[in-house]
């Protein structure tokens, strides 16, 4: 970097405006004047140990870093329209952090911000607590490895991602997501992955209600399954499963495979259901659900 800003306050409108080629360090963004975009339009820039507390601070940035940064939660929508950025060991609270970015990595972050992630595209996040409904919303081509994840209906009309040794507590995720894959996962939460396609759980546990219906090409590897009651209705899936299946309602197409079924449901159906349950170990199958009481 060629130049060097440290041990500043700056509370002005646009106050570091298309700063570039510059270090900031232990300087705080906060004040009276309660100034916008203090750092809008800014280019290769490296911001570490600083506190933000103003709106809009890193617009429209390019090839950022943020080091041991703190933004409460007066700094909203913080990063948008940004590229090219990596955020590591930070804590974030500010209302929809990214929004519409390119390329960002988020590495060991504390992040609690409603709307984080909408129609972003390449975002790899690691190591990392989030608290966010309607977490990236829109977005695809995402990767994920070792997350703590609250909040409700999250990864929502995605494309093409991944996720890795996590742990996922929300509602209605996955919603007409495409070309998904989960791994090693735990996947808590009711109504998971409606309007699905092209999603796969390797090795995870899925806890809640009514899980994984009207799917496309669902598939579900050495997974386990708890609570989980009317599954698969209206879903093409071949599944299995390690354990129980409470019960298994009206599947499409496909073979699902668990050690046991506590019921199997065929009724009301108003699609064509030929999906077959097979009981491991018993050498035997259920037959089509259409055919099943």
Known sequence: ???????RIFDEERSLYNLRNTEVSDCRFEGPADGESVLKECRNINVKNCSFSLRYPLWH??????????????????LWYSNDGVITESDINGIKCLRECKNISVDSCKIVSPEFGW??????????TIDSMYFLFESKDVEIDNLSMTGKYS???MKNLTIKNSSLDTKDAFWHSKN??????????????WFSENLTFINCKIIGTQPLCYCKNLKLIDCM????????????????????ILSVKNTKSGVIIADNVGRIISEDAIMHCKGKVVIRGSGKYTGCLEKCV
Do not use: W
């Open 1 to 7: 970097m060629s130049k060097k800003i440290e041990n």
């Open 61 to 78: 940035a390019k090839k950022f870093m943020l080091e041991h940064i703190f933004m409460d939660d007066r700094a909203r929508a913080p």
């Open 119 to 128: 129609r972003c595209k390449g975002v790899k996040i690691s190591n990392s």
């Open 155 to 157: 990864f929502q009309y």
């Open 180 to 193: 998904i894959t989960v791994e090693n996962s735990v996947v808590k939460g009711e109504y998971l992955g």
């Open 225 to 244: 399954m708890e609570n989980t009651d009317l599954a698969f209705e209206y879903s093409d899936v071949e599944a299995d499963i390690k354990g129980e």
